[in-house]
């Protein structure tokens, strides 16, 4: 099998971070498009799903490639996270969008819900749901980073077993000289005796 020489780990995970993230959030916005369409179907719970299983599948394949091109499971963690910051963006933004075009029946339909349930409609409907968009969407950032994470790390896994790369060698640790390069010292005694002090040197008889 041929080998191969280990890249730059920073470089591998922005670049397919990045990839997978864009190509995630581009995705995302198109299955939540066409889950309205479900949703009015009755399907919406199928969409939902998957949406979650496009999620865990790409930050799965992102953290094998990252793994696969450098040999190392941790760039597969960090790349899956890297795919979650830059994916969560898009979808984040998304929702933002969505809401604004559709803040208006919004308020109307929680304005419905407070007033089918005898309760006083609250006076700044708009803010209530900008503000909850904002706490809703930072906590599923953040979930979605830890998600991306884990997934990354097993797909680290796969990825490192197919990796055709060399990883430098590591040394173990000396005791006499702490961690980092053996010892230099030969295996054998010198053929002479060192020495001592105001004493000329002791050669070996032949």
Known sequence: METTTPPNSGSVIFREGLIFGVLLGTVHVGLSLLNESLAQSGFGALGLLLIVLLWLGAFFWAGARGAQQTGRVGVGTLTGLVTAVFAGVIAFVYLIIYVSINV???????????TNRGL????NITSTIFLGLAIGGIVLWLL???????MGALGGLLGRSQSTVVLPPTYPPNPSYGY???????????????????????????
């Not at 208006?104 to 407070?114: A, E, F, G, P, R």
């Not at 006083?120 to 006076?123: A, D, E, I, K, L």
């Not at 980092?180 to 050669?203: A, D, E, L, T, V």
């Open 104 to 114: 208006s029946s919004l308020s109307q339909q929680i304005s419905d819900t407070y």
């Open 120 to 123: 006083s409609v609250p006076p």
């Open 144 to 150: 979605g980073i830890g998600m991306g994470a884990g």
């Open 180 to 206: 980092g390069q053996p010892s230099m010292q030969p295996p054998y005694p010198p053929p002479y005796m060192p020495p001592y002090q105001n004493q000329p040197p002791q050669w070996p008889q032949q």
